[in-house]
């Protein structure tokens, strides 16, 4: 079945570094992608989709490029804050009827002072 | 303000009981999911509704249960039979884009 893979944390940066956190999945047809971002103690929120090859999707300074050739969705950010420290998930809408989404098992991003 | 509200944040129950845990949104979304988060792990789908009046299991159904009498209410109930109920449970919904799921605050459940 289809599933996402993302790079294991806890990310440690200090503020203004470059950000990348690794997806790659595995789906049958032409499945949606997704980042969603969680605060402690909240819900998730979406950041950031793309729907088909080569589409970026951009929020908030993130961006993500769904590359079908390497079955990935890598998070980018050139400039990362205190305030973007949270888990990050990456994830893939089924293709077909049900849109269910298949989650990665998130990465924790910790962003010093 | 339109969105997915859960009640209530904190839950906790002594083991044995059945607990309800309320979803509802405003968005006039048709369909409605709830999903169960564990530490360090990423979410599961226990069930989800397309449509008024119809819903699915999805991966980890056992021992749960849901109804949808209502287009923007989806309650979970979490019966007995669970074995390990103790989690953070998330109701989302998606609408016009149907593949987009747009999440709710959550409830923490502890079981005692």
């Known amino acids: 079945g289809d599933s996402v893979t993302q790079m294991e944390g806890p990310v440690t940066l200090s503020e203004e570094a470059f950000l990348t956190i690794n997806c790659t999945y595995t789906?049958?047809?032409?499945?949606?992608l997704f980042w969603y971002v969680q605060y402690p103690g909240e819900g998730l929120q979406l950041l950031l989709k793309?729907?088909?090859?080569?589409d970026k999707g951009s929020n908030k300074g993130f961006e993500a490029t769904y590359r079908k050739e390497t079955t990935s969705f890598h998070l980018e950010k050139g400039s990362v804050q205190v305030s973007d420290s949270a888990v990050y998930f990456c994830?893939?809408?089924?293709?077909?009827?049900?849109?269910?989404?298949?989650f990665g098992t998130g990465t924790l991003l910790a962003v010093q002072p | 303000d339109g969105g997915i509200t859960q009640s209530p944040k904190y839950l906790f129950r002594k083991e044995g009981q059945n607990v309800t845990l309320s979803c509802e949104q405003n968005?006039?979304?048709?369909?409605m999911y709830w999903y169960r988060q564990d530490p360090g792990q990423g979410l599961r789908l226990i069930y989800y509704?397309?449509?008024?009046?119809?819903?699915q299991k999805g991966d980890i159904a056992e021992g749960y249960s849901v109804s949808r009498e209502k287009k923007e209410s989806f309650p979970l109930t979490v019966t007995s039979a669970q074995k390990n109920p103790t989690a953070f449970y998330l109701c989302?919904?998606?609408?016009?884009?149907?593949?987009?799921?747009?999440f709710g605050p959550g409830t923490r459940l502890t079981v005692l």
């Open positions: 509704s397309q449509i008024v009046n119809d819903f």
């Open positions: 989302a919904s998606s609408g016009g884009e149907a593949d987009t799921q747009y």
């Open positions: 994830a893939l809408s089924e293709w077909g009827a049900t849109n269910k989404l298949i």
């Open positions: 968005l006039n979304h048709d369909a």
């Open positions: 789906a049958t047809g032409y499945p949606s």
């Open positions: 793309a729907t088909k090859a080569d």
